[in-house]
């Protein structure tokens, strides 16, 4: 189920929601404008997360020298 929630925008970030949404963006409202920033950016949080984990993995030699060929062909 989807709830509500108010945000204060300054006027400068009101007309730029506005400048991408309805005619003049791609987005047909602000709510769907900003539901897809919501996305991008839990996307982008989750990538993170999964490079410092693999850096993480790196820096304790949990690594192979194998390359993702020779991993994919040995399943």
Known sequence: MASSMNL???DELRDFINSRTGDAGLY???????????RRDMESQSIVKHVLGGLDDLSHGRFSDKSILDIAQEE
């Open 28 to 38: 047909a409202t602000p709510s769907e404008y900003l539901r897809d920033l919501i």
């Open 8 to 10: 204060s925008l300054t």
